[in-house]
Every structure is written in C-alpha cells, then in structure tokens.
C-alpha cells in the first residue's frame, strides 16, 4: 500500500542520506487519507498526487535490477526520481504546473553535473520537445503521454 524511496547519495556531508519519500500505491488511499477528492485543479497538493502517480508507474514498470531513489542535497536541491544500476541511468523530475519552454532547475543541473545520467527526462502537462542543457538532452514529455507508454519505452535497458 505504501512505497519508500530512499535518497541516492555519494556524500553524506552535502546529500541526504537517510531521510526517506512516501508515496502511497493507490492515489485514492491517499486522497482518502488527506479527505480531499476535489478537482485536481484546484488542489494545493497537485503537485504531489502527480510525483505519486509517477511513483507507482515507475516503481511498476522498472527492471528489477534497477533501484528507483531520489536526491536531496542538505541545501534543498532535489530530484524526483533516479533510476539506477551500478551509475544513475534515468533521471525524471516532475512539474505539474504549465510549462512554457524546457528549463530545469538549479538541482537538476548539478545532479547532471553529478551523476551523468544517460537519460534526463522532465514530465509536465504541456511541452513535448528536447533541449539541450550543460551538454545533456533533456526530454520533456507530457505526464500523460510517458503514464501511457508500454513499459519497455518507460524504463531503461
């Protein structure tokens, strides 16, 4: 009923290491537990029924050898997911709110700078498009459309 994610981490001095994510597996659990099923567009916590529901997809549909983490620093930059083997190979940050053009955030950039994910990815409700970034191609993907793809366009290979 309820999946943790547990931080990715290399220093324990800038990262955290020990705080772990919550997400609920049935996001109808969730709003019952919050006693909220209004409308998603006028929710204050869209934002994390979203990342929720990525959760589970990915969690899902990940190969086994796989781990799904995310990543803090201690100074609040973060990113959603980082699905790994021996090195990040994914990384997917999820935005809720309307997009104009692909822009990450500052902790994105230094997770790339960091980790060297093969694959950076930034769901959202309106762009579809690639932008490269600091030397990195980052794909932003509509929420829906990467919900609906078949699980092998979904995960790393």
Known sequence: ????????????????SKMPKIYFADTGLRNLAMGSFSDLRTRS???KIIEGIVASHVLRN??????VNYWKTKSGAEVDFIISGVKPVQSIEVKSGILKHVMIS??????????????????????????????YTVEAIPTAVFLLREARECTPT
Do not use: C, Q, V
């Open 1 to 16: 009923m309820i999946k943790k994610l547990t931080p990715l981490f290399s220093n324990p001095r800038t990262e955290l």
């Open 106 to 135: 500052r902790g994105y950039r230094s997770l790339l700078s960091k980790y060297y994910p093969e694959k950076a990815i930034l769901l959202n409700s309106t762009i579809w498009s690639e932008k490269e970034i600091n030397g």
């Open 62 to 67: 990940r190969l086994l050898s796989h781990r």
């Open 45 to 47: 916590d869209t934002d």
